[in-house]
């Protein structure tokens, strides 16, 4: 029997494809699009989905569909959500049609916001909240039974609804949203437009043989295939602001998140796309991010930040050989702080360039595998991005230090140090400069472990592991001053991660 686990951390797939040696699928398409499509096409061997998601009822993609919110693992029981009860329960002739109604009662290509005016037109609901389903469903099923037949194609589908949902402000666009959230239900008959760009030869090789490691990011496909990147919906960025434009005072963000990390990411789209770098169009990426009301809507187009050095990124992520780990880590570090650590011999070709340790290289391996990506992140938020200062620094090292000693690992909760004790009790009201601090050093985490991911497992798989290195409770505590370290008092192993970490931010940028 296998099991597809989706929503993991790199971490997790790692311990999942290296030590159980399990199958891992990992999609740069919406996840529950590609499972509904996986059960499908493999009915014969899927016996069920186990989830959370309403869209899996509408796909009716295989024979049994289990809640994973009720699952008991003790009793081997959970829910079972079916397709067809839901036809009977509200009444409709066929359980084809569920798949339209769904579209036009919202999702994520037809927003429910875009189709207010149409649900209140529809069920004349005067009221001041939400239309219950119970009152909206059956008018919905109306409008699609009634204008159109199970035999149409979804572009036919999409110009009709589009004149019955809009009306008057009909548009192309408002058509083009129909037809994707059609399209996203009806997953067989309507292969998805990313499907059909084409690769050249060496972008094919290299995309296949990124997904055989377990640290691959999704975000690569994206690059290659979509043209695209698009960050996590940091919403929170947005609220920070006021409404003149400036950073909230408790926040110790001078901009939005996604353009703290803008110049990691275009590096990392550079590396992917070097061999691409003279071909027209290549030079740039469209950026879907939350940072402007607008940006939500419409991607920007950002320039690319082309290696100023040549290698071949194909060789280096096939490729297991020792030898070329210190030209990787020139690549990724180059993608972090935006330093060439290639030295050229013959000044009039690239072919020259020494391998020689530069500094940089030489105080980042002194540092301890598992912190690896994150003094990276601190790195960068302190010399590159002037975020933040040595105290702040100073409070992630703490941490790190106390999630890192041995003592603290093997002691249950009644051991510990009073001065040490983590309880589970969350503060009502939180420090949201410590949030905000959090927020940007796991969104650094992420920029950084997303380039790493691009040459394979060349960094240890314990570097991507966030337990290691965070724990939220423990984080507030320190940055409160509820957790006071006797910096003198720590083991050598402790003052040698400090020493290390600490040596490696002072290096200029």
Same mark, same amino acid.
């Given at each position: 029997?296998?099991?597809?686990?989706?929503?993991?951390?790199?971490?997790?797939?790692?311990?999942?494809? &290296?030590?159980?040696?399990?199958?891992?699928?990992?999609?740069?398409?919406?996840?529950?699009?590609?499972?509904?499509?996986?059960?499908?096409?493999?009915?014969?061997?899927?016996?069920?989905?186990?989830?959370?998601?309403? =869209?899996?009822?509408?796909?009716?993609?295989?024979?049994?569909?289990?809640?994973?919110?009720?699952?008991?693992?003790?009793?081997?029981?959970?829910?079972?959500?079916?397709?067809?009860?839901?036809?009977?329960?509200?009444?409709?002739?066929?359980?084809?049609?569920?798949?339209?109604?769904?579209?036009?009662?919202?999702?994520?290509?037809?927003?429910?916001?875009?189709?207010?005016?149409?649900?209140?037109?529809?069920?004349?609901?005067?009221?001041?909240?939400?239309?219950?389903?119970?009152?909206?469903?059956?008018?919905?099923?109306?409008?699609?039974?009634?204008?159109?037949?199970?035999?149409?194609?979804?572009?036919?589908?999409?110009?009709?609804?589009?004149?019955?949902?809009? &009306?008057?402000?009909?548009?192309?666009?408002?058509?083009?949203?129909?037809?994707?959230?059609?399209?996203?239900?009806?997953?067989?008959?309507?292969?998805?437009?990313?499907?059909?760009?084409?690769?050249?030869?060496?972008?094919?090789?290299?995309?296949?043989?990124?997904?055989?490691?377990?640290?691959? =990011?999704?975000?690569?496909?994206?690059?290659?295939?979509?043209?695209?990147?698009?960050?996590?919906?940091?919403?929170?960025?947005?609220?920070?602001?006021?409404?003149?434009?400036?950073?909230?005072?408790?926040?110790?963000?001078?901009?939005?998140?996604?353009?703290?990390?803008?110049?990691?990411?275009?590096?990392?789209?550079?590396?992917?796309?070097?061999?691409?770098?003279?071909?027209?169009?290549?030079?740039?990426?469209?950026?879907?991010?939350?940072?402007?009301?607008?940006?939500?809507?419409?991607?920007?187009?950002?320039?690319?930040?082309?290696?100023?050095?040549?290698?071949?990124?194909?060789?280096?992520?096939?490729?297991?050989?020792?030898?070329?780990?210190?030209?990787?880590?020139?690549?990724?570090?180059?993608?972090? !702080?935006?330093?060439?650590?290639?030295?050229?011999?013959?000044?009039?070709? &690239?072919?020259?360039?020494?391998?020689?340790?530069?500094?940089?290289?030489?105080?980042?391996?002194?540092?301890?595998?598992?912190?690896?990506?994150?003094?990276?992140?601190?790195?960068?938020?302190?010399?590159?991005?002037?975020?933040?200062?040595? &105290?702040?620094?100073?409070?992630?090292?703490?941490?790190?230090?106390?999630?890192?000693?041995?003592?603290?690992?093997?002691?249950?909760?009644?051991?510990?140090?009073?001065?040490?004790?983590?309880?589970?009790?969350?503060?009502?009201?939180?420090?949201?400069?410590?949030?905000?601090?959090?927020?940007?050093?796991?969104?650094?985490?992420?920029?950084?472990?997303?380039?790493?991911?691009?040459?394979?497992?060349?960094?240890?798989?314990?570097?991507?592991?966030?337990?290691?290195?965070?724990?939220?409770?423990?984080?507030?505590?320190?940055?409160?001053?509820?957790?006071?370290? =006797?910096?003198?008092?720590?083991?050598?192993?402790?003052? !040698?991660?400090?020493?290390?970490?600490? =040596?490696?931010?002072?290096?200029?940028?």
């Amino acid at each position: 029997m296998s099991l597809q686990i989706v929503g993991i951390t790199m971490f997790q797939r790692y311990v999942l494809a &290296e030590e159980c040696c399990c199958k891992v699928i990992i999609t740069s398409e919406e996840c529950d699009e590609e499972i509904a499509m996986y059960a499908k096409q493999n009915s014969r061997v899927v016996v069920a989905i186990i989830a959370q998601d309403s =869209d899996f009822v509408i796909y009716n993609a295989a024979q049994y569909y289990l809640s994973a919110s009720h699952l008991d693992l003790n009793k081997m029981t959970t829910n079972v959500y079916s397709s067809e009860e839901l036809v009977n329960c509200n009444n409709l002739d066929d359980p084809q049609w569920l798949p339209v109604i769904a579209a036009l009662l919202g999702n994520d290509y037809l927003s429910q916001y875009r189709l207010t005016a149409f649900h209140r037109r529809i069920t004349n609901w005067q009221e001041d909240c939400y239309i219950p389903h119970s009152h909206l469903i059956p008018a919905v099923a109306k409008i699609v039974t009634n204008k159109l037949e199970l035999t149409m194609s979804v572009d036919d589908m999409s110009t009709i609804l589009n004149k019955e949902v809009f &009306e008057e402000s009909a548009s192309d666009e408002n058509e083009l949203a129909i037809k994707n959230a059609l399209k996203s239900f009806y997953l067989l008959n309507t292969p998805s437009e990313s499907k059909k760009n084409e690769l050249d030869e060496y972008s094919g090789k290299l995309l296949k043989a990124m997904r055989k490691h377990s640290n691959f =990011d999704p975000m690569s496909e994206q690059v290659l295939v979509h043209q695209c990147v698009q960050y996590t919906n940091a919403l929170e960025d947005l609220n920070s602001r006021s409404k003149k434009g400036s950073r909230s005072l408790n926040s110790p963000l001078k901009k939005p998140l996604v353009l703290i990390f803008r110049p990691i990411n275009l590096r990392f789209v550079g590396i992917l796309r070097k061999h691409q770098q003279e071909i027209p169009g290549k030079d740039s990426v469209d950026e879907y991010a939350v940072h402007s009301a607008e940006s939500v809507k419409h991607p920007n187009k950002v320039e690319v930040s082309f290696p100023p050095f040549d290698f071949d990124l194909l060789e280096l992520t096939e490729s297991n050989d020792t030898t070329l780990v210190s030209e990787k880590l020139k690549i990724f570090l180059w993608a972090v !702080t935006g330093k060439n650590l290639f030295t050229v011999i013959n000044e009039e070709s &690239e072919v020259g360039r020494t391998s020689e340790q530069s500094e940089m290289e030489r105080k980042f391996l002194s540092i301890k595998p598992k912190f690896s990506i994150v003094s990276l992140v601190l790195y960068y938020l302190y010399r590159c991005e002037n975020i933040l200062k040595l &105290e702040d620094i100073d409070l992630f090292v703490t941490m790190f230090v106390i999630l890192d000693s041995e003592s603290a690992t093997r002691m249950n909760d009644s051991e510990l140090d009073s001065d040490l004790k983590v309880t589970k009790k969350i503060r009502a009201q939180p420090d949201y400069k410590a949030v905000h601090l959090a927020t940007v050093f796991n969104w650094g985490v992420e920029a950084i472990g997303r380039v790493a991911s691009v040459f394979g497992p060349f960094l240890p798989s314990s570097s991507f592991a966030h337990h290691n290195f965070f724990d939220g409770i423990l984080f507030q505590k320190i940055f409160m001053g509820k957790i006071i370290i =006797d910096k003198s008092s720590e083991s050598e192993a402790a003052k !040698t991660t400090r020493a290390a970490i600490f =040596d490696f931010m002072k290096l200029e940028s």
